[in-house]
């Protein structure tokens, strides 16, 4: 059989990198106060639950927010309009997660208001409607599916780049349709990899998992007529679940509804099936990058600092071939797209070494090559020092820009270089207007050399 490492090694499919990231309450349990009721005014039984409970027996309003705020965030550091499915525990937890990431969106949602969307049974014509403007590579939204079982087999997305998974998966074939979501390939339009966001364990744990070889398993046949509507599926022999084309279970017994660690409880007939809490806080309180090992079959733990440095390694060979790149605003854009396209991010590299007032170059260097660290305002002044004859060869106005452009830089990093939006912000816009700045340094090209000289002594070693 073809596996997964063997499709990847040649080049057919896309390789993957998994971050388990873990909430609070998902870390520690959750247990309600005394006398917490639920948004039905039921009092919800004193216990402990945990993952697999969320969703099913209790379901946290505030874990959900947290799990949308964290990818919203990835999103925005990586991609906002990368394809992304998130797979829920039902319909009712998918309606949740897409009202979330609707609000924590709202600027994107306000020029495109499908950019989240709901692709449930309950949707019928509609969800199908989301389905097929997603897997269309021309169609810019919907960016979001929010789901429960309905897309994890049949379900072509080439340009899906991120799997969320915010359920707990116990199939192992399941779980090999899940991820297959995400391994298409497309070299035209700049598909190479995707990242599986793993907010339950389900993905680390399945990984570790010796049953896990690579291959995907063949789950469902589907054929469809002129109109691609689905005329037949055909299943195979096995006791995994199934599912319909409405993504109904096929042949199931019900699941035991409340069941918990002390044991299953009667529902209450006029009354949903679950509990309902909105209150209280969760975090996230811990991030783990994961990666393939040789054989494509495990995948091994890192630290964020250990994988950006990794990362670095594998695009530059010394310090000196980033300090190069680094030191020119265009090819540094270049250095932050790679970087980002493989996951690093400046702040959360700074969080991880705890040196969030360090140069992003020196971050970068220390976690690739051991390199010593230095905050901006430090390679500021050591620039004020060494390089006395960059600043004379100004006159006192055009001196005095370039000292405020410096300290804007030391507080905030080099996004303060960019002309001639910098020149537009108090304490520079207070030396006049852009024309007015530009005729100290005798022209707007010779105060963008300036600028830009000024940056790669920046940099010197």
């Known amino acids: 059989m073809y596996s997964l490492k063997q499709g ?5 499919l896309a390789p993957y990198q998994v971050r388990r990231v873990v909430t609070s309450v998902d870390a520690a349990g959750w247990r309600p106060a005394p006398g917490a009721v639920d948004r039905f005014g039921r009092a919800i039984p004193d216990d402990e639950y945990h993952t697999k409970d969320f969703e099913k027996v209790v379901a946290l309003r505030a874990r959900t927010s947290a799990i949308a705020r964290h990818l919203t965030d990835f999103m925005r550091t990586t991609d906002r309009f990368a394809k992304t499915i998130v797979f829920c525990v039902d319909q009712e ?4 997660m897409r009202r979330a990431l609707n ?10 208001p499908d950019y989240v969307c709901r692709v449930t049974a309950d949707e019928g014509d509609i969800g199908r409607g989301h389905l097929g403007r997603f897997q269309d590579v021309e169609t810019r939204t919907p960016v979001i599916l929010t789901t429960s079982q309905l897309l994890t087999t049949g379900v072509d997305a080439p340009m899906c780049k991120n799997i969320a998974i915010a359920r707990v998966v116990d199939s ?4 090999k349709q899940i991820i297959g979501r995400g391994t298409r390939v497309r070299d035209d339009l700049g598909k190479y990899a995707f990242t599986i966001l793993d907010y339950t364990g389900s993905a680390t744990r399945k990984f570790a998992d010796p049953a ?15 109109q691609g509507q689905v005329v037949a599926v055909t299943y195979p022999q096995s006791d995994e679940q199934l599912l319909d084309p ?16 002390s044991g299953p409880r009667p529902a209450p007939s006029a009354l949903p099936r679950k509990y309902y809490y909105d209150g209280g806080q969760v975090e996230i309180v811990a991030q783990l990058v994961y990666e393939l090992d040789a054989e494509g079959k495990q995948i091994n733990v890192t630290r964020f600092s250990e994988y950006a440095g990794k990362s670095v390694r594998t695009l530059y060979r010394t310090s000196e071939e980033i300090r190069a790149l680094w030191a020119d605003p265009d090819s540094r854009n270049e250095v932050v797209a790679k970087l980002a396209q493989r996951g690093v991010d400046f702040e959360r590299l700074a969080a991880a070494l705890n040196q969030p007032d360090a140069d992003p170059f020196d971050l970068l260097c220390h976690a690739a090559f051991n390199a010593p660290l230095y905050t901006r305002r430090e390679r500021a002044e050591r620039l004020r020092k060494n390089k006395h004859d960059f600043f004379t060869q100004f006159g006192p106005d055009a001196r005095a820009v370039l000292d405020d452009l410096l300290d804007k830089y030391a507080a905030h990093g ?16 207070e030396h006049g207007n852009i024309s007015e700045i530009a005729s100290f340094f005798g022209g707007a090209e010779r105060l963008r050399y300036a600028v830009t000289e000024m940056q790669a002594l920046l940099y010197v070693a």
């Open 172 to 175: 192992m074939t399941e779980f």
């Open 414 to 429: 080099t996004a303060q270089f960019t002309i001639p939006d910098a020149l537009k912000v108090p304490p520079i816009s």
């Open 212 to 226: 896990f070889d690579g291959i995907p398993e063949f789950h469902s046949e589907e054929e469809i007529d002129a």
């Open 103 to 112: 609000n924590l969106n709202a600027d994107l949602v306000q020029q495109y």
């Open 8 to 12: 990847i090694d040649d080049g057919f």
């Open 246 to 261: 409405a993504g109904a279970q096929v042949d199931q017994p019900p699941r035991p509804e409340y069941q918990t660690a």
């Open 93 to 96: 937890h998918a309606d949740e």
